[in-house]
């Protein structure tokens, strides 16, 4: 199934140019993405095509463009919106391209639904590996950070943290507008739309896409399974994202049948005696719980010990010259990944 189109057009070369260069390097984009630098250019595409989503700088906005059959128009201004143009939605031109894309999904997915990127049958397999441990303090994050922008190297990769307590945005300095407790809404009211929701609210870290996690442990121990298993389905078809690394915390009341959806379960262990009979626990439920196929697909590993996250900011890309790092590099360089 062909993608819907989204189209730039800013009258500013270089900005358009630089806004393009960015969106070329994003693998998760739900839309063909053509840029303009003229309204004449735009007009005689859209004279052929059909564009979905047009974001437009408002000295480039003429009335040709407004009698358009455009699904979602966005304005790009400098500060203040023009007058004329206050029916329609507008982002903030000179701030982050990455900011600039979310806050224009959130504004198409406030309305819109998006045709699913691709036919499910034609779309490339999406890899769910999933990180999990029965132990604390057994660098399970760090890994699942450092094997995610490893991997996003070479191909789109989506994280999700299911943790009650994750520590993010005291982490990443920052508050997130949107997070994962956002998403989980909108599969509880049945929204058609989650691919450009999931758009408007991923968030980087280094190389890898990551939705912000809750802010309340009360939304992740009030999912049921069925919610789970919807926007995991929804990533899965309606994305461009190859792989989805879940790291797992124990706040899911269903949490085998969300190992049992993975097709490598990373689980970093230790070796003191508490933490092995802690492990001896977990394989012998698994057993009892008629889940012993977990087993087969579990690799179990001892992390190398790193200096881990120093004082002050944290930038991702530490992780992936940390020891771990070398570790996870090593673990692909084997295909144990």
């Given at each position: 199934m062909?993608?819907?189109?989204?189209?730039?057009?800013?009258?500013?070369?270089?900005?358009?140019?630089?806004f393009?260069d960015?969106?070329?390097?994003?693998?998760?984009?739900?839309f063909?993405?053509?840029?303009?630098?003229?309204?004449?250019?735009?007009?005689?595409f859209?004279?052929?095509?059909?564009?979905?989503?047009l974001?437009?700088?408002?000295?480039?906005?003429?009335?040709?463009?407004?009698?358009?059959?455009?699904g979602k128009?966005?304005?790009?201004?400098?500060?203040?919106?023009p007058?004329?143009?206050?029916?329609?939605?507008?982002?903030?031109?000179?701030?982050?391209?990455s900011?600039?894309?979310?806050?224009?999904?959130?504004?198409?997915?406030?309305?819109?639904?998006v045709?699913?990127?691709?036919?499910?049958?034609?779309?490339?397999?999406?890899?769910i590996?999933?990180?999990?441990?029965?132990?604390?303090?057994?660098?399970?994050?760090?890994?699942?950070?450092?094997?995610?922008?490893?991997?996003?190297?070479?191909?789109?990769?989506?994280?999700?943290?299911?943790?009650?307590?994750?520590?993010?945005?005291?982490?990443?300095?920052?508050?997130?507008?949107?997070?994962?407790?956002?998403?989980?809404?909108?599969?509880?009211?049945?929204?058609?739309s989650?691919?450009?929701?999931?758009?408007?609210?991923?968030?980087?870290?280094?190389?890898?896409d990551?939705?912000?996690?809750?802010?309340?442990?009360?939304?992740?121990?009030?999912?049921?399974?069925?919610?789970?298993?919807?926007?995991?389905?929804?990533?899965?078809?309606?994305?461009?994202?190859?792989?989805?690394?879940?790291?797992?915390?124990?706040?899911?009341?269903?949490?085998?049948?969300?190992?049992?959806?993975?097709?490598?379960?990373?689980?970093?262990?230790?070796?003191?005696?508490?933490?092995?009979?802690?492990?001896?626990?977990?394989?012998?439920?698994?057993?009892?719980?008629?889940?012993?196929?977990?087993?087969?697909k579990?690799?179990?590993?001892?992390?190398?010990?790193?200096?881990?996250?120093?004082?002050?900011?944290f930038?991702?890309?530490?992780?992936?010259?940390?020891?771990l790092?070398?570790?996870?590099?090593?673990?692909?360089?084997?295909?144990?990944?």
């Amino acid at each position: 199934m062909k993608k819907q189109i989204f189209a730039v057009c800013d009258t500013e070369a270089e900005y358009a140019r630089n806004f393009m260069d960015y969106l070329n390097r994003k693998k998760n984009m739900p839309f063909e993405v053509q840029a303009f630098t003229s309204a004449e250019s735009l007009i005689a595409f859209a004279g052929k095509n059909h564009i979905e989503l047009l974001l437009i700088s408002a000295e480039a906005m003429c009335r040709e463009i407004q009698e358009m059959d455009i699904g979602k128009v966005v304005i790009l201004t400098e500060g203040v919106q023009p007058p004329e143009l206050s029916g329609y939605a507008g982002v903030y031109k000179y701030q982050a391209s990455s900011q600039v894309v979310r806050e224009v999904m959130a504004r198409y997915g406030e309305e819109k639904a998006v045709l699913p990127l691709q036919s499910p049958a034609l779309k490339k397999e999406t890899e769910i590996l999933g990180i999990y441990s029965p132990l604390g303090r057994c660098l399970k994050t760090s890994f699942a950070l450092t094997l995610g922008q490893i991997l996003a190297k070479e191909k789109p990769v989506l994280y999700l943290n299911l943790e009650e307590y994750s520590g993010f945005e005291e982490l990443f300095g920052q508050s997130f507008p949107g997070t994962l407790s956002d998403l989980l809404y909108f599969v509880r009211q049945g929204e058609n739309s989650l691919s450009v929701k999931i758009s408007g609210i991923v968030q980087n870290a280094g190389t890898l896409d990551f939705i912000p996690p809750v802010q309340s442990p009360l939304d992740i121990r009030g999912t049921p399974w069925q919610d789970w298993a919807c926007l995991i389905q929804e990533i899965v078809l309606h994305t461009s994202y190859e792989v989805l690394i879940l790291d797992i915390g124990n706040g899911i009341d269903e949490v085998f049948q969300l190992l049992d959806m993975c097709r490598i379960v990373y689980m970093p262990v230790r070796s003191d005696k508490m933490s092995v009979c802690k492990i001896l626990q977990f394989e012998k439920l698994l057993q009892l719980l008629d889940y012993s196929q977990i087993l087969s697909k579990t690799v179990k590993m001892k992390l190398p010990f790193y200096s881990g996250i120093q004082q002050g900011d944290f930038r991702a890309e530490q992780l992936v010259w940390s020891e771990l790092g070398d570790y996870v590099r090593e673990m692909v360089r084997k295909g144990q990944v």
